[in-house]
T-cell receptor, first 112, second 112 residues
Framework: DAKTTQPNSMESNEEEPVHLPCNHS???????IHWYRQLPSQGPEYVIH???SNVNNRMASLAIAEDRKSSTLILHRATLRDAAVYYC?????????????FGKGTKLTVNP | DTGVSQNPRHKITKRGQNVTFRCDPI?????LYWYRQTLGQGPEFLTY????????KSRLLSDRFSAERPKGSFSTLEIQRTEQGDSAMYLC??????????FGDGTRLSIL
């Protein structure tokens, strides 16, 4: 399974942008980059995913480096409800496996 | 879309007892997944169903674990002769083709 590296924790202030980095230097051409987050006492929640181009949705933006060896999840204005563990996951859609391989993720703290 | 439902939310049992958890996926989602999450770690994949067929199993799924999905709707995960190390959150997820996985809020198992 392709591996990702994320900082253990990050801190932000409410209403400020947050940039959550993820390194995936061994990414293959068919790996999609997925982001999930997990709020306390809840199951993981899908945030966004992409392959090569930057992606935007109502929750966040995903910026993917040109060489695809890193990506950044951008929360444009952090709220207290964004405090969660954020997981960056690679999924090979042609690899035949359906599983998501979670690391330890980045624990985001949002200060009021 | 009522979300993935898991029951019970909490289960406390004595070591050596058998336990069974239930997962009701989002209706019309033909793919269903089970994961296990221990404290401070990301979820770990256990098994995957497409309709009623169990197509992928992790080596974490020992002989004491069995999962079923009769009729391709709800699924059950049974653990026989529970051990202390089985204490964890058991998460279920479902999805349609070309869509992300949607997770339930899990069943927390505590072994006394």
């Amino acid at each position: 399974d392709a591996k990702t590296t994320q900082p253990n924790s990050m801190e932000s202030n409410e209403e400020e942008p947050v940039h959550l980095p993820c390194n995936h230097s061994t990414i293959s051409g068919t790996d999609y980059i997925h982001w999930y987050r997990q709020l306390p006492s809840q199951g993981p929640e899908y945030v966004i995913h992409g392959l090569t181009s930057n992606v935007n949705n109502r929750m966040a933006s995903l910026a993917i480096a040109e060489d695809r060896k890193s990506s950044t999840l951008i929360l444009h204005r952090a709220t207290l409800r964004d405090a969660a563990v954020y997981y960056c996951i690679l999924r090979d859609v042609q690899g035949g496996s359906e599983k998501l391989v979670f690391g330890k993720g980045t624990k985001l703290t949002v200060n009021p | 879309d009522t979300g993935v439902s898991q029951n019970p939310r909490h289960k406390i049992t004595k070591r050596g007892q058998n336990v069974t958890f239930r997962c009701d996926p989002i209706s019309e989602h033909n793919r269903l997944y089970w994961y296990r999450q221990t404290l401070g770690q990301g979820p770990e994949f256990l098994t995957y169903f497409q309709n009623e067929a169990q197509l992928e199993k992790s080596r974490l799924l020992s002989d004491r674990f069995s999962a079923e999905r009769p009729k391709g709707s709800f699924s059950t995960l049974e653990i026989q002769r529970t051990e202390q190390g089985d204490s964890a959150m058991y998460l279920c997820a479902s999805r349609q083709a070309n869509q992300p996985q949607h997770f339930g809020d899990g069943t927390r198992l505590s072994i006394l």
